[in-house]
């Protein structure tokens, strides 16, 4: 049943393209589809402010990243003199020394979890900016061609890829907004 109806689209847009592209008409004026695509995780990823965000996001990471070795290879060595402690110490001291030890090494997981977890948060937050900042230009596009509606690519199933405005979004916002970094809030 889906196959069929997938063939059914594709014959569709393959021979009615009046209704997914531009043509042109006896006046000479183009008249286009009301229908627009986007890819928006490209733009996200290929914009210069999209790439930007994630070079931030990617250092930031590879700082956690870090910080977090040092801090295992620190909590490592604390283990292994605990262990070498273990044979002079009574057993409860012993009991005592490793409890605190794992309080504190459970608190410093969770705390660099947190950390990641912000990380990702924010750099969400940042694409969600870019995706409100790229607004205006998006309609811009959406206007020029006459269009009543943008579609992310990532919700059709099947679409002419002459309806994409991706690559022109794209050329458009890194124009008007660079990486960001001019008109920084």
Same mark, same amino acid.
């Given at each position: 049943?889906?196959?069929?109806?997938?063939?059914?689209?594709?014959?569709?847009?393959?021979?009615?393209?009046?209704?997914?592209?531009?043509?042109?008409?006896?006046?000479?004026?183009?008249?286009?589809?009301?229908?627009?695509?986007?890819?928006?995780?490209?733009?996200?990823?290929?914009?210069?402010?999209?790439?930007?965000?994630?070079?931030?996001? $990617? @250092?930031?990471?590879?700082? *956690?990243?870090? =910080?977090?070795?040092?801090? +295992?290879?620190?909590?490592? /060595?604390?283990?292994? #003199?605990?262990?070498?402690?273990?044979?002079?110490?009574?057993?409860?001291?012993?009991?005592?020394?490793?409890?605190?030890?794992?309080?504190?090494?459970?608190?410093?997981?969770?705390?660099?979890?947190?950390?990641?977890?912000?990380?990702?948060?924010?750099?969400? $937050? @940042?694409?969600?900016?870019? *995706?409100?900042? =790229?607004?205006?230009?998006? +309609?811009?596009?959406?206007? /020029?061609?006459?269009? #009543?509606?943008?579609?992310?690519?990532?919700?059709?199933?099947?679409?002419?890829?002459?309806?994409?405005?991706?690559?022109?979004?794209?050329?458009?916002?890194?124009?008007?907004?660079?990486?960001?970094?001019?008109?920084?809030?």
């Amino acid at each position: 049943m889906k196959m069929r109806l997938l063939c059914i689209l594709f014959c569709f847009s393959v021979y009615c393209p009046a209704i997914t592209i531009a043509q042109e008409t006896d006046i000479g004026e183009a008249s286009f589809s009301s229908v627009l695509t986007i890819d928006i995780s490209r733009i996200a990823r290929e914009t210069q402010y999209g790439q930007r965000i994630f070079k931030e996001f $990617e @250092n930031a990471q590879s700082e *956690l990243i870090e =910080s977090n070795t040092i801090i +295992q290879n620190n909590l490592e /060595s604390e283990e292994q #003199s605990l262990v070498e402690l273990r044979k002079t110490l009574a057993a409860d001291e012993f009991r005592q020394l490793a409890v605190e030890f794992d309080e504190r090494a459970n608190a410093i997981r969770k705390e660099h979890a947190a950390l990641e977890n912000t990380l990702f948060e924010i750099r969400d $937050e @940042n694409i969600n900016k870019l *995706l409100q900042l =790229s607004v205006p230009f998006l +309609q811009e596009i959406m206007l /020029s061609y006459k269009a #009543s509606v943008i579609i992310d690519r990532r919700n059709i199933v099947l679409s002419n890829p002459m309806i994409d405005i991706t690559e022109r979004a794209i050329v458009l916002i890194n124009d008007k907004l660079g990486d960001g970094t001019k008109n920084a809030d």
